[in-house]
């Protein structure tokens, strides 16, 4: 999905998230003890590209979480143990990352030092030849900018301005619509934080009309992947605004989408994004499609189910529902049909990928011996 890697910022503050399930003891909620929360390491080697992409993951992950020089040490280890020129998508995978965490250790500046270290950051960002690279960078770095509280609003306004630019430089095979899409799901992330401010600050009237260019956002996606990711990102700014009626509204819009792609992988992908943007991995709605989800997969095997399950097991440990992310781990794991290569990724990004969905809502709910308790797993698996 597109945004910052990790979307639960001022757009998910109303949802029904980690929080707000363990607050309501829904079944299966972040209320668990420690044995929950284990996991078993991989018993065997996983190519070092496919560790670099998921260190940059992990870089991510610590990033958001305050943890900035820690990630980038991460983030170095991985560029120094893989061949940047054989291993191009990791190596920039990782770097991807490494700018990210930048602008994540922006919020710790004041108002002026942060704007200039936003400076020296965009010009890092314009220097990447490839325009899709940067487009998606500048709309990712705009979004977590937009959630610095001291950082203005033209800042983050400006780099997706100059992502708009690089937009239009895009070429190749679809890849201008996906690039457009994603631009458009990084500029109502940046929206849906404004708005979160703007009602936090009493500034309704402004709040509303800022809601108004999300919709808009909407209606003109160029495809079904944007526009669900859309819908999703509006559930939260209708929330924000108190409008529960529409935002029941563009939920059941997202998962109606969803429902209609035909592809078990692409649907599980798109559920996961949903669940993401919306912070809705404990309504009934989503719940039911993962279900009707896993009925489908049940006669097939090989990697497409793994990974399909895989984004289910992640969409519940990032919701606050480990008990429910462990049956689909369970379910992921026992998939046949796959390599003995194929079952080494698979059991690793399905540890990784969950344990630090399962971090960041730990860390959210202020558990924050747990939350390190499972980075360190996590980073014991990478190094």
Same mark, same amino acid.
């Given at each position: 999905?597109?945004?910052?890697? @990790?979307?639960?910022? $001022? ?9 707000? *399930? &363990? !607050? /309501?003891? %829904?079944?299966? =909620? ?12 991989p018993?065997?080697?996983?190519p ?8 940059a ?16 040490? @991460?983030?170095?280890? $991985? ?9 191009? *998508? &990791? !190596? /920039?995978? %990782?770097?991807? =990352?490494?700018?990210q965490?930048?602008a ?6 004041d ?11 965009k010009?890092?960002i ?15 770095? @705009?979004v ?13 306004? &400006? ?53 108004v ?18 819908y ?13 009626d ?69 969409l ?14 369970q ?17 690793t ?34 190094f």
């Amino acid at each position: 999905a597109g945004g910052a890697g @990790a979307v639960a910022g $001022a757009a998910g503050a109303a949802g029904a998230g980690p929080a707000g *399930a &363990a !607050a /309501a003891g %829904v079944p299966g =909620s972040a209320a668990v003890g420690a044995g929950q929360l284990a996991g078993a390491a991989p018993a065997v080697d996983v190519p070092k590209p496919t560790k670099a992409v998921l260190t940059a993951e992990f870089g991510n992950a610590l990033s958001e979480m305050g943890q900035v020089s820690r990630a980038r040490e @991460a983030l170095k280890a $991985a560029l120094a143990s893989i061949d940047p020129v054989a291993n191009a *998508a &990791a !190596a /920039a995978a %990782v770097r991807r =990352s490494d700018l990210q965490s930048q602008a994540w250790a922006l919020q710790r500046l004041d108002a002026i030092r942060g704007r200039d270290g936003a400076i020296d950051l965009k010009d890092k960002i314009v220097a990447i030849a490839d325009p899709a690279e940067r487009a998606q960078l500048l709309g990712s770095v @705009a979004v977590i900018l937009s959630r610095h509280p001291q950082m203005p609003t033209e800042v983050s306004r &400006a780099f997706l301005s100059l992502a708009s630019d690089s937009v239009k430089s895009v070429t190749g095979p679809g890849q201008p619509n996906a690039a457009l899409g994603d631009l458009a799901v990084s500029m109502a992330e940046v929206f849906a934080s404004e708005i979160g401010a703007r009602v936090k600050a009493g500034a309704w009237a402004k709040a509303k009309t800022t809601a108004v260019q999300v919709e808009e956002l909407v209606k003109q996606a160029p495809d079904a992947w944007s526009q669900v990711r859309l819908y999703a990102v509006d559930h939260q700014v209708q929330q924000l605004l108190g409008n529960n009626d529409k935002a029941v509204q563009s939920l059941d819009a997202a998962l109606a989408l969803a429902g209609k792609n035909a592809n078990p992988l692409e649907r599980a992908a798109w559920l996961r994004a949903i669940a993401q943007l919306a912070d809705a991995a404990s309504r009934e709605q989503l719940q039911t499609m993962t279900t009707s989800l896993q009925s489908q997969l049940e006669p097939k095997s090989g990697p497409e189910k793994a990974q399909a399950l895989t984004h289910i097991a992640v969409l519940y440990a990032a919701g606050g529902l480990p008990v429910k992310s462990e049956q689909f781990r369970q379910l992921a794991r026992s998939t046949a049909g796959l390599s003995p290569a194929d079952s080494a990724v698979l059991h690793t990004e399905l540890i990784i990928r969950s344990d630090l969905a399962m971090a960041k809502m730990l860390q959210g709910l202020g558990r924050y011996a747990d939350a390190e308790a499972v980075l360190q797993r996590v980073g014991s698996y990478l190094f």
